[in-house]
């Protein structure tokens, strides 16, 4: 029964698309797919994980471009945001993230 799970115990590593990702995300957790090289997250702009991406990409003064994705066709519904990561900033935003008590999911 999914009521009985805890978010934690909730598995998003085998995931095929952002809107399973999204159902699966809080502000207290992110998800990185190293393949893509996104990191999804679902966050207001003055929110800790917002804050703590911007602030680590500032630190390495690399620019940051947040892309909204969306449940339906029509853009109606907003899903998670996710943001393209070299392989250097994944390791300092996601090790940023953790320092800051988010979880996050690394598949």
Known sequence: MMSACSR??????????????????????????????????????????MRTIRAALAGMRQPLVIEQLHLDTNKFFNGARRVGLTVEQAHTVLTALRLAGVAATIR
């Open 8 to 49: 934690r115990d909730r598995a998003i590593a085998s995931v095929k698309n952002a809107n399973e990702i999204f159902f699966n995300l809080d502000g207290r957790r992110v998800y990185y797919d190293g393949s893509e090289r996104y990191l999804y997250f679902v966050d207001s702009p003055q929110d800790l994980v």
